[in-house]
């Protein structure tokens, strides 16, 4: 009987290969794109689980000093004494690229986690002939055409060897040592204070320190994956939904034939099973794929902004397998949790009223646009109770399901006063017809606004961090020409040189040493000239009077944004800068982009307390008319290399290649998200169009075309996307304030604020339209070309 | 003539591959005013026969001409301007449109066709006692009302031709004679003509000509 009863049940799915099909793809979309963004967490978590563990017997520690470039003797005496150390060569190619060049020959292990795996496939011999090797991320290979591509390698990042770096940036310094774990050190060496008094020895940043500053970007997924998976979902139930509508007499005819209830619902219960497991696994070959083509981007974005390092490549995990399989399983059974339930309480006998079902009660509806309220106001609560980073997300999440839930009642509203304003009986008929499908299309409209509002909210704080971090840059790049002396002699003579130079508006020291600040970790501090450079465009934030008249005097210091919040630190408390000096802060200022603690002082200050700060870089002032005499000048008569010399413009357009990329990952996503709330839609209407001939029908009859009445339809599709649109707008702003004012302030230590941006609410409002018509484009379609006899079939006999 | 239909054929195909010849030949008259039965055996192609005479689907060869005009021939948009203005369909399902109220319902087809008379309407109403009813669902009426209400929203343009297929057919005996009753007074008065689909003897005796389907052809 079981046998039977199955093999029933399963014919439908051979008659309706197209359902079958849908419902699969939305528990593998659900699947993958949620296992996507898990195996990405687990590489990352893996990462600085490894990082963390390798660290001490491991990783090398890196010797600086605070002049920033280390003498070439400094590290002979050391290699001389024993020391097993390292030298890092860093400097600037004239195209603008950072070059690091390694020794490969004394490199400690564990140096280039970027790179180990495509260190691990070249012959040793490899490192040593020339031309030697470069790597460089894929995008910056147009400065860089000799290079490899290395996916993991920060854009504008070109690795080689030592020899390689110091030909491509003669300017460019030893700027520090790796030093070989102490296992690997001789242990007559000599104490480094003997050796080099002047250098100090670090760890890198550890594997649990990286954690927890990159928790929030890892959060930031997470929460997108559940999006999606939602989204997913969303299709699932339409799917199955329609599977059940269609079996309804089948299910009554099996249980008239002597089926148990029970039974009945145990083999349903065994065929959604099985469709999550072959869709689950199908979803997670999909996720891989998906999270590979993502990582190199996520690793980029997480080197850029917090210096984490991530392998390129992605690994399987047993436990990340079987987690995506059973949130498929979940998931699957969620979506179907109504029709089983319906298939539980089925009546033997056809109900009298058929279509009772399909009115939503107005008051179901106002129960559940209360419920929405009530969640949108517990999220709001959650940021002054809760607070940092969970307070935002909570916040976020209650915003989202609390007006996914009032949607219902808003657009069922909407669609009333519709009717009420309609005059003509097909336009009546139009609203009333999209009210009462508004049962079938809530989810699809629910997943469509959640899409549209992220999508607004995301460009929203991505444009508005744009536009801050653009004008950021303009602020705090000013001069321009920057010039990079190659010694201490020179930089003297260049001084006077463009001293001489009656184009040359000003030259601005750019001198920095690194200290310890306020038990932040190393941060750098920075002397800046008593200039109207600084003093009408530096970003200050909060700032006290005569902020820079007291900076000028030499007793005082302006912090940056993250080191004021980290450390609760503002105008009026002090900061340790030497064992001897203590200035005032007088200022705080927004220094975007930067993962770590920076402070500026007067450069007399600086040179007093540090005398060996390296005083090689300047910027310079000049009319932009005359950059080409004055770099032909510095190049030609006073013989700087032309690679010393880089216009502001170039450093921007770095600064903006990072920024793109680190929000690569959150775009796509959002993309990939509606496309699956366009895909909810259609399917939701592929559902509705079987179950909504027999309404139709009688229009048809009496005397309404059919390219009428698919033109309604698809008017009545649009219409439902474009109110939705219209309610996405306000949630996605709100969603904007409370990514930029709760979620960002507490990720990245900075606070940018919110612009508005009209010309891409006009995008999304094309965009809801675009998706809802390629949605309803097949069903459409499919009501123009419904044949009359299709239409007859609903007058001859009960559906 | 009202409605004329002329050496009317038509032919299904079979799922086998074959083809089933339904109507063979089928001609009939209709003169205004006049009240027809049609009847035959389950299967012998009434419904496709009024299918055809309301314009609803076209016949493979044969005509049908209403008022005059030809309607089997023409396009899709112009038959259903005929089904619009000149056309009240009654089915056996009733097919109301459940998004609507009765008295959307009733008022829905004459607005289409641009004739609707408010005080037609009460009338309608009140003689088919749907009056206490106008701001209910469809569904929640009973079948009896709910097939008044059909007739009500055919009759509704007062339309010059009546096509009903098994009106009765879904209601108990007592319903069924008040329906009928109430279809044919309302016809009359509005004088227009009215063709029935019945497998009733009490239907078809009540109508002034009786056609038997049979073999494709009517007798
Ligand atoms: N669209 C169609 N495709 C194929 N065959 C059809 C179609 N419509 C009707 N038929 C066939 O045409 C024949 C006549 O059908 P029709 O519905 O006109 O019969 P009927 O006289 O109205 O029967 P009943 O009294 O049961 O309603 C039947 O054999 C039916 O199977
Ligand atoms: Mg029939």
Redesign the pocket.
């Given at each position: 009987m079981t046998r039977a009863a199955l093999h029933a049940l399963l014919s439908h799915w051979r008659r309706h290969p197209g359902q079958l099909a849908t419902l699969l793809l939305g528990i593998a979309i659900a699947t993958a794109l949620f296992s996507a963004v898990q195996a990405i967490n687990a590489e990352a978590r893996a990462s600085y689980a490894a990082s963390e563990a390798t660290l001490s017997p491991d990783a090398p520690d890196h010797l600086t000093s605070p002049a920033g470039r280390i003498p070439m003797q400094t590290f002979l005496a050391l290699r001389a004494a024993g020391w097993q150390v390292s030298p890092v060569w860093e400097g600037e190619t004239p195209e603008g690229l950072t070059v690091q060049g390694y020794d490969f020959l004394t490199l400690p292990m564990g140096s280039l986690p970027d790179l180990a795996p495509t260190l691990a496939q070249m012959p040793p011999s490899a490192l040593i002939t020339l031309p030697p090797p470069q790597w460089a991320a894929p995008e910056s290979l147009a400065a860089a055409p000799q290079a490899t591509p290395a996916p993991g390698l920060a854009p504008g990042l070109l690795v080689t060897t030592i020899d390689g770096a110091m030909a491509l940036a003669p300017s460019g310094a030893i700027t520090h040592l790796l030093v070989a774990p102490d296992a690997a050190q001789p242990l007559t060496r000599p104490p480094l204070a003997e050796v080099a008094p002047t250098l100090t020895r670090s760890r890198p940043q550890g594997g649990a320190e990286i954690a927890r500053l990159t928790r929030s970007f890892h959060l930031n997924l997470t929460a997108f994956g559940l999006l999606s998976f939602a989204v997913g979902l969303f299709i699932a139930h339409g799917a199955i939904g329609l599977a059940f509508e269609q079996r309804r007499p089948m299910f009554r005819t099996l249980r008239a034939l002597g089926l148990s209830t029970r039974l009945l619902a145990a083999l349903t219960l065994a065929e959604l099973t099985a469709f999550a497991l072959v869709a689950g696994t199908l979803g997670l070959a999909l996720g891989h794929v998906t999270a590979a083509a993502l990582l190199p981007d996520v690793s980029a974005s997480l080197r850029g902004l917090y210096g984490a390092a991530l392998p390129g490549q992605l690994a399987f995990r047993p436990s990340w397998a079987a987690t995506g399989l059973a949130i498929a399983l979940a998931g699957t059974l969620a979506a179907g949790a109504g029709a089983l339930l319906a298939l539980a309480r089925l009546p033997i006998l056809a109900s009298a009223k058929p279509r009772a079902w399909a009115r939503a009660s107005t008051r179901s509806l106002a129960l559940q646009a209360a419920a929405g309220a009530a969640l949108a106001a517990v999220g709001a609560a959650a940021v002054p109770l809760i607070g940092g980073l969970p307070g935002g997300f909570a916040l976020l999440g209650g915003l989202l399901l609390g007006a996914a839930l009032a949607l219902p009642a808003l657009l069922a509203a909407l669609l009333a006063a519709a009717q009420h304003l309609a005059r003509r009986p097909l336009a009546q008929w139009l609203w009333a017809d999209a009210r009462q499908q508004l049962p079938g299309l809530r989810l699809a409209l629910m997943a469509l606004l959640l899409a549209l509002a992220t999508n607004i909210g995301v460009g929203t704080m991505v444009s508005s961090f744009r536009l801050t971090f653009t004008g950021f840059l303009d602020q705090r790049l000013v001069s321009e020409l920057y010039v990079t002396a190659r010694s201490e002699d020179e930089a003297t003579r260049l001084r006077a040189f463009l001293d001489t130079r009656p184009e040359v508006q000003a030259t601005l020291p750019i001198w920095h040493v690194d200290v310890p600040m306020a038990d932040q970790g190393a941060g750098e501090l920075y002397g800046v000239a008593d200039h109207p450079t600084y003093r009408d465009n530096w970003p200050l934030l909060s700032v006290t009077p005569g902020a820079w008249d007291r900076l000028a005097t030499g007793d005082a210091v302006m912090i940056n944004e993250q080191l004021a919040r980290r450390a609760a630190l503002g105008p009026g408390d002090t900061l340790q800068l030497a064992p001897d000096w203590q200035p005032e802060i007088v200022a705080t200022y927004s220094d975007y982009g930067n993962p770590g603690p920076q402070a500026i002082v007067s450069v007399p200050a600086l040179t007093r307390h540090f005398p060996d700060v390296p005083k090689l870089r300047h910027g310079i002032r000049v009319a932009p008319d005359d950059i080409p005499t004055l770099t032909a000048a510095i190049t030609d008569d006073f013989g700087l290399p032309a690679t010393a010399l880089v216009p502001n413009a170039e450093i921007k357009a770095y600064s903006l290649a990072i920024f793109e990329r680190t929000f690569a990952v959150t775009a796509a996503l959002n993309a990939l998200t509606l496309g699956v709330a366009a895909l909810a839609i259609l399917t939701a209407m592929l559902t509705l169009s079987t179950m909504r001939l027999p309404q139709i029908a009688p229009v048809w009859a009496m005397g309404t075309t059919r390219a009428r009445l698919a033109s309604l339809e698809a008017l009545r599709t649009l219409a439902l996307a474009a109110f939705t649109a219209l309610f996405a707008l306000p949630l996605g702003l709100a969603l904007a304030w409370a990514l930029l004012a709760v979620v960002n302030t507490e990720a990245f230590g900075w606070r940018l604020p919110m612009f508005l941006f009209p010309g891409q609410w006009a995008l999304l409002f094309a965009t809801a339209l675009a998706a809802a018509a390629l949605a309803c484009f097949w069903p459409v379609l499919k009501l123009r070309r419904t044949q009359p006899?299709t239409f007859l079939k609903t007058f001859?006999s009960e559906r | 003539m009202l409605l004329v239909a002329d050496d009317i054929h038509k032919t299904?195909?079979l799922p086998s591959g074959g083809a089933?010849a339904?109507l063979s030949g089928v001609s009939l008259a209709l003169a205004p005013g006049e009240t027809l039965a049609l009847t035959?055996e389950?299967?012998?192609?009434?419904?496709?026969l009024l299918h055809l005479l309301a314009g609803l689907d076209r016949p493979d060869s044969g005509s049908v001409t209403l008022g005059g005009a030809p309607l089997s021939t023409l396009p899709d948009a112009a038959r259903a301007e005929a089904r619009r203005t000149r056309i009240g369909l009654v089915f056996q399902q009733f097919n109301l449109i459940p998004s609507l109220d009765v008295a959307a319902n009733l008022a829905f087809q004459a607005r289409l066709a641009g004739r609707h008379d408010e005080g037609w309407c009460a009338t309608l109403a009140e003689r088919l006692g749907l009056a206490p009813h106008l701001s209910a669902w469809p569904e929640t009426l009973s079948g009896g009302q709910q097939q008044r209400l059909a007739i009500g929203r055919a009759l509704a343009a007062k339309p010059p031709l009546i096509l009903a297929d098994e009106p009765t057919g879904n209601l108990d005996e007592e319903n069924a004679a008040t329906v009928l009753a109430l279809m044919l007074e309302l016809a009359a008065e509005t004088g227009a003509a009215l063709v029935t689909?019945t497998?009733s003897a009490t239907v078809a005796a009540a109508m002034s000509r009786r056609l038997h389907l049979s073999r494709g052809k009517l007798a």
């Open positions: 006899a001859a | 299904f195909p089933q339904v035959g389950s299967g012998s192609g009434k419904s496709t689909v497998h």
